[in-house]
Structures are given as C-alpha cells and as structure tokens.
C-alpha cells in the first residue's frame, strides 16, 4: 500500500514562498507520476502541477506557472512543491496524489493520495 504524507504548509504573508514535500512509502515511487492539487472548502478539487516519472514532463495551472515549480527526488522518494510570489487566492488544503502510470495529467488518473497539508496566504 502506498502512503503520501505531505508537509511544508503553514501560515504565510502575500509575497513569501513555501515548499511543500511529500513523502512517499510502500510502493515503486520512480515508477509513479506525481501531482499536487488544492481544494477549498466549497469548491471543487483543483489541478496545480504534475511531474512525470522521471522528471522530463511537467504541467501547471495556468494560474501558478512562473510561481509554482514542481520537481522530484527519486532518491529520497519525495516530490516538492516550491510555491513563490505566493497570493491569498493560493490558500487552499494541498494534496499530494501519485498514478501507477508513468505519465498523468488529471486527478482521475491518480491513484493514491495524502491527507492534505493547509496552506494559508494573508495579505
């Protein structure tokens, strides 16, 4: 059974950066694609970036790209999120998701997923 546990969030002021981690166990971490998506309350869960298995592929929202970056340690087994220039629209629950298939883009391609990690942006 794979496990994500992600952390990095917190609480943080328009402009300033964080990165969030996700670790994952129990399964072939350089095989899988991985993604981050956020969710408010309210809303519907949405796409911020995925990365391919081994790192050549990525794709973002269009509303972080030049904010956001994605990358990956398949070494430590973890997948980052460097967040800058951060805003308060970008307050959401993070999730870190992993797909069996080398290569996703959506979170019905996703098979396992973290429990979530909140980031909230104040102005």
């Known amino acids: 059974q794979v496990q994500l546990v992600e952390s990095g969030g917190g609480l943080v002021q328009a402009g300033d950066s964080l990165r969030l981690s996700c670790a994952a166990s129990g399964g072939t971490f350089s095989s899988y694609a991985m993604g981050w998506f956020r969710q408010t309350p309210g809303k519907v869960r949405e796409f911020v970036a995925v990365?391919?298995?081994?790192?050549?592929?990525?794709s973002y929202l269009d509303a972080v790209k030049g904010r956001f970056t994605i990358s990956r340690d398949n070494a430590k087994n973890t997948v980052y999120l460097q967040m800058n220039s951060l805003k308060p629209e970008d307050t959401s629950v993070y999730y870190c998701?992993?797909?069996?298939?080398?290569?996703?883009?959506?979170?019905?391609?996703?098979?396992?997923w973290g429990e979530g990690t909140l980031v909230t942006v104040s102005t």
């Open positions: 990365i391919s298995w081994s790192g050549g592929i990525t």
């Open positions: 998701a992993a797909s069996r298939s080398g290569v996703a883009w959506t979170e019905y391609e996703m098979n396992y």
